[in-house]
């Protein structure tokens, strides 16, 4: 999960200080001063247009396209896939967390939030069984458990403010 985060801002900022660099000095030229920042604001505008003209020229082919190439390849598939699924999970068509759930723990009451993320488990040999994946407060990892259907109490609400709930450790408030 580190790699694809500092592999980002790594690339980003080698695109800055290119605009810095290269694009720096044709805008001294032309105007006679150097910009402060002007890296940045272009990284913005070519990064937006590029984005604008694939979606607007290439759109869902060119990504289809580029989906199937790197899901051929060896090793890095894997990391592909697995990122390319756990965003799904969060945003677009296919959100995966749309079933928020309090799962209990103990007899004594104790509860966990969390979001059933497979109801039929029959795969597994466990048919009386969900998976629940437990987000961690303050961070973008969690924790996937197998419980039994009988510990599961639905929630009523949007899964999107439950997860806020839930990555706050229940600070953000929920809307009724």
Known sequence: ???????????????????????????????????????????????????????????????????????????????????????????????KFKEPVLVKINSSGLMRPGFITKNDLSILNVPDMVAVYFPDSYNFAGNLFIVPRENIIHIEGNPTDIMKFIVTAGITSLEE
Do not use: C, H, Q
């Open 1 to 95: 999960m580190v790699i694809p985060i500092f592999a980002t801002f790594y690339i980003i900022l080698k695109i800055i200080f290119w605009a810095d660099n290269s694009l720096g000095v044709y805008f001294k030229s032309i105007f006679g001063f150097v910009l402060p920042g002007f890296g940045l604001l272009a990284t913005f505008i070519i990064i937006t247009t590029i984005g604008y003209l694939v979606n607007t020229f290439f759109g869902k082919p060119f990504f289809k396209l580029i989906d199937r190439f790197i899901s051929r390849l060896p090793y890095i598939k894997i990391l592909y896939s697995s990122l390319k699924d756990f965003s799904e999970a969060f945003i677009g068509e296919k959100k």
